[in-house]
């Protein structure tokens, strides 16, 4: 069989949805553009297994970490000691690496990995001749909070010596996410802006979600993975259980790491109501998006390129821990008029919640907006990918030989 091109792409998937789904989107994209290519996921996600892949998109599950509060990690599911996870994760890794022996690694927002877990993987593949990319997203963190985490962490050696190029899905115009980071040239030659990555409804089929009490159009609450949307759900929740006179039903797409004792809470108080309905997750949320009228969601990377590719209204209620990613993107959405923001300002008046949930139908469309280059991101990364491949290409030979030492 001839061999094809092949792209591995990790993510560390401690938490939540984003980068999971960041690394489908890019991979779903390369393969439809691409029909000689296999792309290989490698995610530490316990849920990846209840997402729909494509032909010739694969993935290999690491075991799972979580983040504490005190900031250290631990065993997801498993009842051994943070060092023999990581070692389990990196081994992994590295192995896979090894035997698929991708033409391209993609590297998604953490340099060496969760704790340098990959730093030998990308060295092997440095040497084969691997084209190394790191993907970052197009806002990371506020400068005074990310030079010293990336300080910490030494990544500049691996930015310097490592990385081919460093893709950044985004705009400068709207965010430069390694502001204030004392860059050497030969870095900052490698940074290529590719736009966001625009979002399209899934082939085949959608399976419309089973509504039990609304209809569309509805308003759609969603808080990503949910781990840490409690507050928001909260807040529109006793919105409608003060003002039965709101105009749009709601859809509350709770999240699948949402605390089980938040989610009852949460489901109870909406069957109570006669507008709104609660569900806690939907592998599609591409199809739930499209049938929405308006949007309210804390502004994650994933679901601010679907609100703009599906032309939605959105009330973006931004958290500001641990990152302030979610607020600088929110913020700058409204300056720009692709978004209103709403603060949280630890109160959380309900009334103040139903003024916004009232105006949010009669906001400009994002359309309406001229970004030029906002969601090219994807034609982009393709672009890029194809570049490298021709650029780096290693005979069959050659490969084998790498292969065995």
């Not at 979580?66 to 009842?79: A, E, M, P, V, W």
């Not at 730093?119 to 990310?146: F, N, Q, S, Y």
């Not at 082939?203 to 507050?231: A, C, F, N, R, W």
């Not at 959380?348 to 009232?358: V, Y």
């Amino acid at each position: 069989m001839t061999r094809g091109a092949r792209v591995l792409i990790y993510s560390h998937d401690t938490f939540g949805l984003g980068h999971l789904r960041r690394c489908q989107t890019i991979a779903h994209w390369l393969v439809e553009q691409n029909k000689d290519m296999s792309v290989i996921i490698l995610t530490g996600s316990p849920i990846i297994g209840s997402f729909n892949f494509r032909a010739r998109v694969d993935f290999v599950r690491i075991p799972g970490v979580i983040k504490l509060r005190s900031g250290d990690y631990t065993s997801l599911s498993l009842l051994i000691d943070t060092e023999e996870t990581l070692a389990l994760r990196s081994s992994i890794i590295k192995h896979t690496a090894e035997i698929f022996d991708p033409d391209i690694f993609i590297v998604d927002k953490e340099p060496l990995g969760l704790r340098g877990e990959v730093t030998e993987t990308l060295e092997m593949l440095k040497e084969r001749g691997t084209h190394l990319v790191l993907g970052l997203r197009d806002i990371m963190d506020e400068p005074a909070a990310l030079v010293p985490e990336w300080r910490r962490k030494n990544v500049l050696p691996a930015l310097r010596d490592l990385y081919d190029a460093i893709w950044i899905y985004g705009l400068p115009q709207i965010c430069q996410p390694l502001e204030g980071i004392d860059l050497p040239k030969s870095v900052q030659r490698k940074m290529i802006y590719t736009g966001y990555l625009h979002r399209s409804l899934p082939q085949g089929p959608g399976l419309p979600v089973p509504l039990q009490k609304i209809e569309s159009p509805y308003l759609l609450v969603t808080t990503g993975g949910g781990g840490d949307g409690e507050d928001v759900v909260d807040w529109v929740l006793r919105a409608y259980e003060n003002d039965k006179r709101l105009p749009y039903p709601a859809l509350l797409v709770l999240g699948p790491f949402m605390h089980s004792d938040r989610q009852a809470e949460f489901l109870l108080r909406a069957a109570k109501l006669d507008k709104v309905e609660a569900i806690t997750f939907d592998a599609q949320m591409e199809h739930v998006m499209a049938r929405a009228i308006g949007v309210v969601a804390m502004g994650g990377y994933n679901t601010f390129c679907e609100i703009v590719s599906f032309d939605k209204r959105a009330l973006i209620v931004p958290r500001t821990r641990p990152r302030m990613e979610q607020f600088i993107r929110a913020a700058k959405a409204e300056e720009l008029g692709l978004a209103a923001m709403l603060e949280d300002d630890g109160v959380r008046d309900w009334k103040k919640m139903a003024t916004a949930l009232r105006q949010l139908p009669q906001q400009s469309l994002p359309s309406e907006v001229v970004v030029p280059g906002l969601l090219d991101g994807l034609n982009n990364v393709n672009r890029l990918a194809q570049q490298a491949l021709e650029r780096g290409r290693r005979p069959a030979s050659l490969r084998l030989a790498q292969r065995k030492r």
